[in-house]
């Protein structure tokens, strides 16, 4: 199972915001992750994102937005408690559904232990974000933002 796809943030606009012109919903949503990546980029900037459930489909009006941000082992834990509670109080003032786990891209620094943690974490994400109602739909993407296009978010943000 591979749908995990790519973006840019303007690439995200175009096809999730932009082509549902008079949609005010996913154009509030959109502002909404990105200010709510802005404020996550003051605490830690993660290694990359996933964006996954109904705003990246064609569903018209979606509830929200389901993201799952990925940073380093050692950063998550130097940081977790604070990062908790920004996610939990930011996914509520943004309507957007935040999670944290730990990243793959700096798989040599992980003890054996981690590395399963680690897979097993992503594969349980990238589950959850194919699962439509129960059943595994390869239609359904995970879209993916990398580190670089985060920062960049953040700096434009502010």
């Known amino acids: 199972m591979n749908n995990i796809k790519k ?7 175009r096809e999730f915001v932009e082509k549902y012109e008079k ?15 802005g404020e996550m980029c003051n605490i830690l900037i993660p290694d990359y994102m996933w964006i996954g459930g109904s705003f990246v489909t064609d569903k018209e009006l979606p509830n929200d937005i389901d993201v799952v941000f990925f940073f380093e082992v050692e950063q998550v834990e130097e940081k977790k ?12 003032i943004f309507k ?24 097993d974490r992503k594969k ?11 059943i595994i739909d390869n239609r359904k993407i ?16 502010n």
Not at 23 to 32: D, E, G, S, T, V
Not at 96 to 119: F, M, Q, R, Y
Not at 142 to 157: A, G, M, P, R
């Open 142 to 157: 995970i879209v993916q933002v990398s580190k670089d296009e985060i920062i960049n978010n953040c700096i434009n943000n």
């Open 96 to 119: 957007i559904h935040g999670h944290i786990a730990w990243s793959d891209l700096h798989i040599e620094k992980l003890t054996p232990e981690n590395k399963k943690i680690v897979d």
């Open 23 to 37: 949609n005010n919903i996913r154009h509030k949503l959109f502002k909404n992750l990105k200010d709510f990546i």
């Open 81 to 92: 408690d604070i990062l908790k509670v920004l996610v939990e109080n930011l996914s509520k």
């Open 124 to 134: 349980y994400w990238e589950e959850t974000f194919s699962n439509n109602k129960g």
């Open 7 to 13: 973006y840019t943030f303007l690439e995200i606009y």
